[in-house]
């Protein structure tokens, strides 16, 4: 009788903090079983500790919520982020005394589940001091191991769009680490920059990559930069450059389909399939002509000319109008 009274003092105690856990992982859009499974987890345990306890039981791998052949009872990706979410939620409420080096340890605990550790990874500018941040995500990026050097790359990320040096050093790396993982994840990590240098190192990487996945990364941010403009018409002749000198018909086709985006009304929509290797084609055709006939490679200037000249006759047969949706 009396443990069960302290039980239920010690869940009535905790509920408040459980009640407004609860409320923060809705926002976050966490999946309404994973929430119940945390909630009702932290009120059984009737511990004072909810962040320990939470990192103790992914730590143990919840085994609670597994059968004995391993299989999950729950949804385990969003239990995970749900998880996630409820550590960094309990961190945020720390005092800033030691609560660096706390989370760094609780990392080290946790860096078993890839999931869970990256979660945690991402979200480490939140809550670690950025001095100490940073001195960690580079002890990291100079492993020999490349999972710790992928590691590093994400937990410092953050940092380095605003720290020059720091971004110089992943530009480095972009460039010269020989495991295509990282070099991947480093180009992953800044894609989504709204910056223009960026954009002009992702088509560096889509040109001169040994890696078919780090030249497609590449490709995809050149793309969604010509769509959010990020790129302007300024930039035709930069981005068409290399498509002249490239034995790629990939990279000649990622090249044209940008340019094409560049230089076409935002009413319309660039049918992107039809723009094919072949077709190019005649493009680069009239670009070797007029150097035979100026005696010289192409200045910016006429290059932007030829392109434009070529493209817009075709616009009415390669793009289409935006169609609104009701």
Do not use: C
């Not at 976050?28 to 987890?41: C, F, S």
């Not at 004995?68 to 939620?89: F, P």
């Not at 910056?195 to 497609?216: G, Q, T």
């Not at 670009?287 to 392109?307: A, D, M, N, Y």
Request: glycine share 4%.
């Amino acid at each position: 009788m009396l443990a069960a009274t302290a039980f239920h003092l010690a869940a009535q105690i905790q509920r408040p903090t459980i009640d407004a856990l609860e409320n923060y992982l809705n926002k976050e859009m966490v999946g309404p079983e994973a929430v119940k499974v945390i909630k009702d987890h932290l009120i059984e345990s009737g511990k004072s500790d909810p962040l320990s306890e939470l990192v103790a039981w992914a730590k143990a791998g919840f085994p609670d919520l597994q059968d004995e052949n391993g299989y999950w009872k729950t949804e385990s990706i969003s239990l995970k982020l749900g998880v996630v979410r409820s550590i960094h939620y309990y961190f945020s409420a720390l005092p800033p005394e030691n609560r660096s080096e706390r989370y760094l340890i609780t990392l080290k605990e946790l860096e078993r589940d890839d999931y869970i550790s990256y979660g945690l990874m991402v979200g480490a500018h939140l809550i670690v001091d950025e001095e100490l941040l940073e001195k960690e995500a580079l002890r990291l990026l100079q492993h020999t191991d490349p999972k710790l050097r992928e590691q590093g790359v994400v937990m410092g990320i953050a940092l380095a769009e605003k720290n020059s040096s720091l971004f110089e050093r992943y530009i480095r790396m972009l460039r010269s680490d020989e495991n295509a993982r990282v070099r991947l994840s480093i180009l992953s990590s800044i894609a989504g920059w709204r910056r223009k240098d960026v954009v002009f190192i992702a088509l560096e990487r889509l040109v001169n990559d040994p890696d078919m996945d780090v030249r497609d990364k590449g490709a995809t941010a050149l793309r969604i930069a010509a769509d959010r403009r990020t790129l302007s018409y300024e930039d035709l002749a930069t981005i068409l450059a290399p498509m002249l000198k490239t034995n790629n018909p990939i990279v000649r086709v990622s090249i044209g389909r940008a340019a094409a985006r560049l230089t076409t009304d935002r009413s319309l929509s660039i049918e992107a399939s039809k723009i094919t290797d072949e077709l190019l084609t005649s493009f680069l055709r009239q670009v070797r002509l007029s150097e035979r006939t100026h005696g010289v490679p192409l200045g910016q200037e006429i290059l932007t000319k030829l392109w434009v000249d070529w493209w817009t006759p075709l616009v009415p047969e390669y793009t289409k109008p935006y169609r609104l949706v009701h």
